[in-house]
């Protein structure tokens, strides 16, 4: 009577109450999770933890040493290979020294569960392990995907890499670009065309081998290449010694400016070839090369030609077909410009008008014209005086123009402006 009493009191309800509160907090959180004294022995454990590794029930009855449960994991591989004892000691030895820090238990089943060990205030340990298996074979599987991608991104780098030497700037940047249609559909198009080629190029490489030919051929292609980049043409083509470039695609700066800027390039080119001419004698070149180039203006199809399987970005047009008459009818290291071409660029080269010439396709002798240089290298050397501000373009050609008869005209101009301003 007196035993029965003596459990029927409040601080024996409660603590019923608080053993069952504790039981239902267990066995809600997530993962397993063990409670161990000071002294190591096992307090409480949830069901979860049984369920997670399948120990057998009387290893974690409340007083059980926590170490024989350890030595049961330890045997089946828990903790890998070693001395069992010595696997043991050291999960022992985190127990009563807890990290704070989690780390990861890989089970025989390729299972992957994260522990975490707490001093509790009673100098015991709460120790709880979650199976993150599922989250670590997604993080894998990411750190995977972004492998692959970083692989197939540097493929298709060195991809672009390669294809970018096949193709011209504007054109890779056109088919590549985010913003920019990679069908290109033809269209007739008002461009500056030029076609330039070696003299004699068969002679000068006879005596040649195939690799030192080969060197030099490509010495010669990646100069003029670079010039050309730098001007901003459109490289279409190589045809062996051959170069077929164009502006005014797909990008343009308007019809004169690209007809400048294309003579300014065959200009430049030229200079080049002078420099090139010498380091090719000192190689041991006993025939350097020279180099003829014809220019046309006018409207060409521009777009992609081909097959269904392959086709090629390019222009067609008479002004391409001329571009290359005028080359072939130019004199080694000149550069001839159709008709067009010299009427937007005359403001900025000096040209000679050449005798009509009759070439193969046209029905029509061609005037063309030869360039003689830029305006401002001839009054460098003090061959022409030019002087232009707005509204007035004051230009003498003093290899042609007798001194006299250009100092009567000036002053007859002089003259006419003092009467105005009276």
């Not at 200009?267 to 004698?281: A, G, P, T």
């Not at 232009?388 to 290899?399: C, F, H, K, N, S």
């Amino acid at each position: 009577m007196e035993q029965r009493q003596a459990i029927d009191t409040p601080f024996a309800r409660e603590a019923i109450d608080s053993e069952s509160q504790l039981k239902v907090v267990l066995e809600h959180i997530t993962g397993a999770l063990i409670y161990t004294d000071r002294h190591m022995n096992i307090v409480c454990c949830n069901n979860n933890l049984i369920e997670m590794y399948g120990a057998p029930l009387d290893l974690l009855q409340p007083g059980e040493p926590y170490a024989a449960f350890l030595k049961w994991l330890a045997v089946r591989g828990y903790y890998g290979e070693g001395d069992v004892d010595a696997l043991i000691a050291d999960r022992l030895d985190g127990l009563r020294n807890p990290s704070g820090k989690s780390f990861e238990d890989h089970t025989p089943d390729g299972r992957i569960y994260r522990v975490w060990r707490r001093d509790a205030v009673d100098g015991g340990t709460v120790t709880v392990m979650t199976d993150v298996t599922d989250q670590k074979q997604a993080e894998r599987a990411v750190l995977e995907g972004r492998r692959q991608a970083e692989q197939t991104n540097r493929k298709l780098a060195t991809l672009s890499s390669k294809l970018s030497k096949y193709l011209s700037p504007q054109i890779y940047q056109s088919v590549f670009g985010r913003d920019q249609n990679v069908e290109m559909p033809s269209k007739r198009k008002k461009l500056t065309v030029f076609f330039s080629d070696i003299a004699a190029f068969t002679e000068a490489t006879d005596d040649m081998e195939p690799e030192e030919l080969t060197d030099v051929l490509n010495h010669y292609l990646s100069e003029m290449s670079g010039i050309a980049f730098r001007y901003g043409a459109t490289i279409d083509k190589y045809i062996g010694d051959a170069m077929l470039l164009f502006f005014g695609d797909p990008e343009t700066r308007g019809v004169k400016e690209d007809a400048e800027t294309c003579v300014k390039m065959a200009i430049s080119m030229q200079c080049r070839m002078r420099e090139l001419e010498q380091e090719w004698r000192d190689r041991g070149l006993q025939r350097p090369f020279h180099v003829r180039m014809g220019i046309s203006t006018g409207f060409c199809t521009v777009g992609n030609f081909g097959s269904h399987d392959r086709f090629d970005y390019t222009i067609i047009g008479r002004e391409v077909n001329l571009a290359a008459r005028l080359q072939s009818a130019a004199e080694p290291g000149s550069i001839f410009l159709s008709y067009e071409t010299n009427a937007l660029v005359k403001d900025v080269v000096l040209t000679e008008p050449q005798p009509p010439i009759t070439l193969k396709g046209f029905a029509r002798p061609i005037n063309c014209y030869r360039i003689v240089d830029t305006y401002d290298e001839l009054a460098k050397d003090d061959r022409v005086i030019l002087r232009e501000r707005e509204g007035l373009r004051v230009l003498v050609d003093l290899t042609k123009q007798d001194r006299r008869e250009a100092i009567s005209i000036l002053e007859e101009v002089l003259s006419r402006l003092k009467e105005r301003l009276h």
